[in-house]
């Protein structure tokens, strides 16, 4: 029996959330994910468990969006606050640049096992060379 994830998405903008395009069918995969949470639904051994924004209204939008797939699904405004309660395996993190840095190595000291950071990763050197060390 193959292992399951906890997986768990900071930042709702628009690489995170969109559902599968109907008129994307590629050979042999079907449709193609359109975004994290489209990926984490398609994939066999991922539970999307929790998502976080700043903004409610992004919750509000995730959730009519995707609330037919994960009814149990537990929404935040704290990323912090999500990775204590909720304890992820793999974290997608699709904030703006800028943020990156601070929820990686938050992320990473919660025990996430992977970390699908949008790019670029970082804005500074200094914040990827931060990143990497956790």
Known sequence: MQPRYRTAIVGLGGIAH???SPQVNLPFVGQRPQSHASAYERHPQTDLVA?????????E???M???DE????????DYEEMLEKEQP???SVST???LHADVVVAAAGGGARAIWCEKPVATHLAEADRMIAA
């Open 70 to 77: 994960g009814p149990d699904l537990r929404y935040y405004t």
């Open 89 to 91: 395996q793999v974290v």
């Open 61 to 63: 939008r995730f959730k």
């Open 18 to 20: 969109g559902r599968p």
């Open 51 to 59: 998502v976080c924004d700043l903004l409610p209204s992004a919750l």
């Open 65 to 67: 969006l995707w609330d």
């Open 96 to 98: 703006p640049d800028h």
